[in-house]
């Protein structure tokens, strides 16, 4: 454990100095939404209601949120009210999708113009003739593609008359306009749901025919319980109703028994009726009683794009004709199928035949290939290697190849000098066994450079069934055979090919960037098969397998002494072997086993956010706060010397700590805000609270795990 933690610590240090915090003033947060509290009404009637708004004025492109907001913060309200007056909580109207600048769902809430309006009762003993003064404290997160928390302290002063109250002027047709068209529920439509696994299908059918049509359906949860990130598919009954299929939160509540919610329609849901929100409150009933139970336990996504072999195999067959452009392949072309017509005469069949035998050599050779992989496959189903790519070890594997062959094609080093003198020896054998080994050493020996192209297929080949592997390889085959059966049949075309030069080279380093891609697909794949430590020891595992390798070329370059060869191939093995071990995944349950059989098991971390501080704060549990991303070096390193420690592990268990992480990878408004209070605006941010503390204890950024283990005592 100890070198792994120093390699990891080796590849981190540039990275965690070019991170470190750096002291700095903070900005000054703009406005970008203007908030006021309007009236309904012109004055007060003692022991009467009156509807005061919170009203909002965003900028354009700016929004604020829903009090379910999928993400980001709800607006909130604090009034601070004379004695007898009494406040109901904020009546929210129907809330939009909010998209950002690049039309992604970033949750649910309002722009432009907004009334929140708010029931506030006078007192039976409010004195007419006197005035009242409403103060409210409000604060809402405003976003646009950042996120900025606001704030207000807002004041409102209204006359207490006996008189009937007379309408606002300026708000009050707007204030009592939102609260008709505030979310209810309506006899004319009738609301049912189904659970599935994956989704809800929620069905709203009108309870008479001829009635008004909805337009532009959508449902917004109130519990959190369906993804509102995620399109919805809405599709007619056929009876002037509608079926709406919701994703559910694979992250939501799991014990929901009823769907919440609202479902709006953008011409409302009655002719000429101003309510956009429908109120939804309906128990779930058995899936099987859905009319299209087909839909519960699939996703909405976009079509798959259809998948054909014939496709692959003319990807295979050109591949097969890139490999003849090769620097140790094109520039013998010429020469080989010059060397058939000598030893041919000029009898054109023998010339054709020499052809036909050097691309059997070709066949062969990838016809063994394929079969020694069809064993290995076979094999591999008995040890537990089946479904080669649900295994990250077989995965790490395969991208730590294929970037060795990319590097070799980028010029790092080259593959298999010695190999092509001995192929050639071979191909000096005259008649048709020279032209059958110029064909497999064509393949295997005498062109190493047609390696870094073969490796896809071997990975292509572990991953398809046995018949599709033989096609890809014969594919690969033929494409590499068909110049020489094609400069067989007309010798003559040898003059028209392009001189070998410096073009041949470029091209070969060129080829390379498809494998480097390659490579971050497979890392790209590993992300879902491993954990985020896991990940990171991959990413600097496979940077230590490139370092070995570029310790090899740089020290085993043609013309190097026999000691200059040695370091660079123990270099190698060295180095690269250290990259192998440190990326290698590891089962997740074998480490976790191991460290609790050693008494210090793992931390389990839950999803930050304000409610579960608050309700562990009320069971009087220590809680350990960590405001992280993956992109913060100095985040990875705490953790890496932290949370590795045996001591501060053991501390943890022993004690019970709720553990909490706020993961900022991503933008996330609520956590934005979180910082804010604390007058931060980076990570790392660490704190933790002690049970009968009103404030927690704030983390320095650096930490270690004696610093940890002096604050929590």
């Not at 970008?32 to 509290?37: G, I, P, Q, W, Y």
């Not at 949120?65 to 999928?70: A, I, L, S, T």
Request: hydrophobic share 50%; with cysteine.
């Amino acid at each position: 454990m100890l070198l792994r933690r120093l390699l990891f610590a080796f590849s981190l240090a540039l990275c965690t100095l070019a991170s470190l915090p750096r002291p700095g003033v903070a900005a000054e947060k703009p406005s970008h939404v203007a908030a006021s509290l309007v009236a309904a009404d012109t004055t007060v009637q003692p022991g009467r209601p009156i509807t005061i708004a919170l009203r909002l004025v965003h900028d354009p492109h700016w929004h604020t949120y829903w009090v379910f907001p999928g993400t980001g913060l709800p607006t909130k309200i604090t009034w601070t009210l004379p004695a007898g007056w009494t406040a109901g909580d904020i009546q929210w109207p129907a809330p939009r999708v909010l998209l950002d600048s690049k039309k992604n769902i970033v949750g649910n809430g309002y722009e432009g113009e907004l009334f929140l309006p708010v029931t506030l009762t006078a007192p039976a003993d409010a004195a007419p003739g006197t005035s009242v003064e409403l103060k409210a404290s409000v604060e809402w997160l405003m976003c646009e593609d950042i996120c900025i928390p606001g704030s207000a302290k807002l004041t409102l002063t209204l006359p207490v008359t006996a008189a009937a109250p007379q309408a606002d002027a300026t708000s009050g047709e707007k204030i009592r306009a939102t609260v008709a068209a505030l979310p209810r529920s309506d006899a004319a439509w009738k609301i049912t749901a189904a659970r599935g696994a994956k989704n809800v299908l929620l069905a709203i059918t009108p309870t008479a025919a001829g009635g008004h049509v909805p337009k532009d359906l959508h449902f917004f949860s109130e519990d959190g319980f369906t993804a509102y990130e995620l399109p919805q598919a809405v599709q007619s009954d056929g009876h002037g109703g509608f079926v709406l299929t919701v994703p559910i939160d694979a992250t939501g509540p799991a014990d929901v028994t009823r769907l919440l919610g609202v479902v709006t329609s953008e011409n409302g849901w009655g002719p000429g009726g101003p309510a956009r929100g429908l109120r939804v409150d309906a128990a779930f009933s058995a899936s099987g009683s859905s009319s299209q139970p087909s839909t519960l336990n699939s996703q909405p996504t976009a079509p798959a794009a259809p998948t054909s072999l014939l496709g692959t195999l003319l990807l295979a067959l050109v591949g097969g004709l890139i490999l003849n452009l090769m620097p140790c392949v094109f520039p013998v072309l010429g020469i080989k199928i010059l060397g058939f017509v000598n030893q041919a005469g000029h009898d054109k069949k023998k010339v054709v035949m020499h052809g036909l035998v050097f691309a059997l050599g070709v066949l062969l050779s990838f016809w063994t290939l394929a079969t020694v992989l069809a064993i290995l496959r076979a094999g591999g189903d008995k040890i537990g290697w089946g479904f080669q790519l649900q295994s990250p070890a077989f995965v790490f594997t395969l991208a730590a190849v294929m970037l060795v062959f990319a590097m070799n094609m980028s010029g790092v080093f080259e593959f298999g000098l010695s190999a092509t003198g001995v192929g050639s020896d071979l191909q000096m054998k005259s008649g048709y066994a020279g032209s059958f080994f110029t064909g497999v050493l064509a393949t295997v020996v005498a062109t190493p450079c047609s390696a870094p192209f073969l490796a896809p297929a071997l990975g292509a080949a572990l991953a398809l069934s046995t018949i599709e592997s033989f096609a890809i390889f014969t594919a690969i085959a033929i494409g590499l055979a068909a110049p020489y059966l094609l400069l067989s049949i007309f010798p003559q075309a040898v003059k028209v090919l392009p001189r070998p030069g410096a073009w041949m080279e470029t091209f070969k380093q060129f080829m390379a960037f498809p494998l480097y891609a390659t490579v971050g697909y497979l890392v790209w794949v590993l992300a879902g098969q491993t954990t985020e430590e896991g990940l990171q020891n991959v990413l600097f595992g496979l940077v230590l397998v490139a370092l070995g390798v570029w310790v090899y070329g740089r020290w085993n370059a043609p013309g190097a002494s026999a000691g200059r060869v040695r370091f660079g191939v123990i270099g190698l093995v060295i180095v690269a072997a250290s990259g192998l071990w440190l990326g290698w995944p590891h089962n997740a349950a074998a480490r976790s086993a191991a460290a609790t059989a050693s008494g210090a098991p793992e931390i389990a971390w839950e999803p930050w956010s304000r409610e579960a501080v608050s309700k562990l704060r009320a069971e009087g549990r220590i809680i350990y706060v960590d405001f992280t991303a993956r992109w913060c070096a100095t985040c990875q390193a705490n953790k890496k010397l932290v949370f590795h420690n045996d001591e501060v592990l053991r501390t943890f268990a022993a004690k019970k700590i709720a553990t909490l992480r706020a993961d900022w990878t991503n933008q996330d408004p609520r956590i934005t805000a979180e910082l804010a209070a604390y007058n931060r605006s980076a990570v790392p941010f660490n704190v933790i609270w002690l049970p009968g503390k009103d404030a927690p204890v704030i983390l320095p950024e650096l930490l270690t795990p004696g610093i940890v283990l002096e604050a929590l005592k």
